[in-house]
């Protein structure tokens, strides 16, 4: 399903339209239920949601920013326990939240409490683990999402976004591994990773890429197995764009972890 999200008229798209694109295209063909969206930021995922028939509810640390009165948001913080009752949404949509919070598990272990048994969650963070990324810190000890964050840059975020800093602050970066150990540590079987775009910069990089995959390649089965070579230097890692989006869903057969995720 291609769904275009607009950028000219209604919300602003708080992250990058390529993300919001991708996220529709997971959900496209699901029977509809109900769904929480959350950050919801000033509502641009939420609408076109809503627009394709899903019974839509938003939660965000900052509430006022949004702007689609015919939907219902509630004030919560993704550190604490959030406003819902147990198994009450259908399907959850965490974009770009992650990495600006202090309890990244936290958050996961409350998607699982709020959804339903057989629930999908859908959830993206900053892809630090593509090539570019991991040249990046080498060379400089920190990557393009995460840059260190000076008196002075610390002022130019709070300036930008009127003081609510935690829209513009990244503060824990979350790779591949650990995001897929938070999941299927609570009761989440991964179904599907996928890259917002890809990277065409990363072509001149090729050859060390090859490298890095041969060097994965040496590795004893079990260990490359066991430590998610495969996954992690794989081209939709290794390769892929700038941010990761996760499909899980809650409660299914814990055999499945096993498998390889499908990748693409």
């Known amino acids: 399903m291609m769904v275009k999200i607009s950028e000219s008229a209604g919300p602003n798209a708080l992250a990058h339209t390529a993300i919001y694109e991708a996220v529709i295209r997971l959900l496209g063909d699901d029977a509809r239920g109900k769904l929480l969206d959350i950050p919801a930021g000033e509502g641009a995922l939420a609408k076109s949601l809503a627009d394709l028939g899903f019974s839509v509810v938003c939660c965000d640390l900052y509430p006022e920013m949004f702007k689609l009165p015919e939907i219902r948001i509630s004030q919560g913080n993704l550190d604490e326990k959030l406003p819902f009752e147990d198994s009450e949404f259908d399907f959850i949509v965490c974009v770009e939240g992650l990495e600006h919070i202090e309890r990244p598990a936290n958050a996961i272990r409350e998607f699982s409490r709020v959804l ?27 990557t393009s999402h995460f840059k260190p964050v ?9 300036g930008r976004f009127n003081g609510k800093a935690e829209i513009g602050l990244h503060i824990n970066p979350i790779g591949y591994s650990e995001l897929r150990y938070l999941l299927e540590a609570n009761g989440f079987d991964i179904r599907r990773v996928e890259m917002d775009k890809p990277k065409r910069a990363s072509i001149a990089f090729w050859p060390l890429v090859k490298l890095i995959q041969l060097a994965g390649l040496l590795m004893p089965v079990e260990k490359r197995k066991s430590r998610w070579t495969d996954e992690i230097n794989g081209p939709d890692v290794l390769t892929g764009g700038n941010t990761m989006i996760f499909e899980a869903v809650k409660d299914s057969k814990p055999e499945t972890n096993e498998e390889t995720i499908s990748l693409r």
């Open 116 to 142: 339903r048994p057989g629930g999908k969650l859908i959830v993206s963070v900053p892809n630090i683990m593509n090539i570019e990324e991991r040249l990046k810190w080498l060379f400089f000890g920190y």
């Open 150 to 158: 000076s008196k002075q840059a610390a002022a130019e975020i709070y």
